[in-house]
């Protein structure tokens, strides 16, 4: 992977995510930078829109008319004759390319170099499955939850996923991980193997650390054999649901022991993430988890991911009294929302994150249009699913809302988000006066996630209605010694006055 590309007027800078033309930084969407990176790397040949649309869009499916938005947006930035575009084939870069200072003509061939540059990037390759059973239905079905993994791992905001084609050039090769990783600049590798046990087909997975060989995670999955073509996107689905948080805490981990001063945009991104997943939903996490998405957004204002993230991030908190009620910070919370659409609106998590923090602020209608698009753009995205499910339940359609809610939470068993969800959800059971099951729900946020307190408050408000006060003021209490900072006034805020003034009779005085 090249470090800098010149051509004409322009630097490009992939490492940096970063777009110079005559040394100004250029304002260009998240998609639009993935096409230019595209064009470029292709650029001794004419490259199809189909391989365009898997390249930019992995795992996707997206109109044509999308890619054709986003080749006319480079080339206002590039000038019209920027990008070919060749009837009935495809599109190809025309400009002459430089690096480190040699011309490097479009239609030379030059020799591959290794892509150890970009190691330094979240970037992940899927490895062709190992089956152990010469069967060519089981090849069949090994090729299928391969690509069925690395579709699904496309939809993982922060990582940058090798395509099938590079990634799959590796079969039967014998090349060790290491090589691996400088051959396709990826810092992780998924691996599997697939095996015939007598009627029983066990598929073993784990994600690797690339340059070391340490395995960080393993998982083992079994299926009937006569089952398995039946259950593959459920197999699938499990996979991801145990590597997700494993590659997420792995990447954390590695910006940890990064120098500061190298840190980029994904990585204070990330960073952002393993704050809230690793503190909880507390106040000193909010904060921390808001400084890194503005750092973020600093270093890329076109950061489309992380402007819709802070957005979210910023309307919970005020929701929930972790920021004050301010008109200044709703307005910041909407401008965020509303740019981040403007650069990635063929972003499902982009779309998701923002709709979710439109219904936040009070832009109901605005908010589920926004949400139902990204459910359109990618129908398993768990977060769109319960903040849509959310939405409908505001505005009163608790049925609807709720089934929605436990949709969305069902297809992401693994999710580090679902302690928050259950507490949401369980406000909306308690409103419902479905009061068994809000119980239920909110001792289930509990054990998901034992740090956070407005579980226990719910918990001792579905307990005060059911009429166990001693019972309700041990969970309060519990809430308390979770949060000191917590007071009757943010109770109030979320649950409404009635229940506010409850609360009041079980506050006893801390000593």
Known sequence: MQNHYHFDRCEVRPAERLLLVEGVPAVVGARAFDLLLCLLAHRDRVISKLEVLEIVWPGLVVEENNLSVQVSALRKLLGPKAITTIRGRGYR?????????????SGMHQPREPRAAAIDKPTIAVLPFNVLSDDAGIHFLANGLAEDVIALLARVPGFLLISRASSFAFRGQGVSLPEVALQLGVRFVVEGSVRLKGDV??????LTDAASGRVLWSGRFDSRRDEAVDLQEDIVRGIISELEPELTRAEIAHIRRQRPENQDAWA???QAVGAIAMQGWGKDAMAEARSQLQKSVALDPAFGLGHAH????TALAR???LLPDSASLVNDALVAANHAIGLDDGSSEVLGY????LCDLGHHARGIEILHQALEIDPSNAQAH????????LTGKFEAGIEKMRFGMKISPRDRRLGFWGWALGLFLLRADLLDEALAEARTSSRRDSRFHLARVLEAVVLDRQGCLVEAGAALAIARQLCPQLTLNQITLIHGRRVGERMSLLWVPVT
């Open 310 to 313: 802070y957005a979210l991030l």
């Open 319 to 321: 929701n929930i009294g």
């Open 354 to 357: 923002a709709g979710c923090a």
């Open 268 to 270: 204070h991104y990330h």
């Open 201 to 206: 087909l066990r598929i073993s997975t784990q």
């Open 386 to 393: 319960v903040a849509l499910g959310a939405a409908l339940a």
């Open 93 to 105: 870069f025309a400009l002459d390319v430089r690096h480190g200072g040699a011309s490097l003509q």
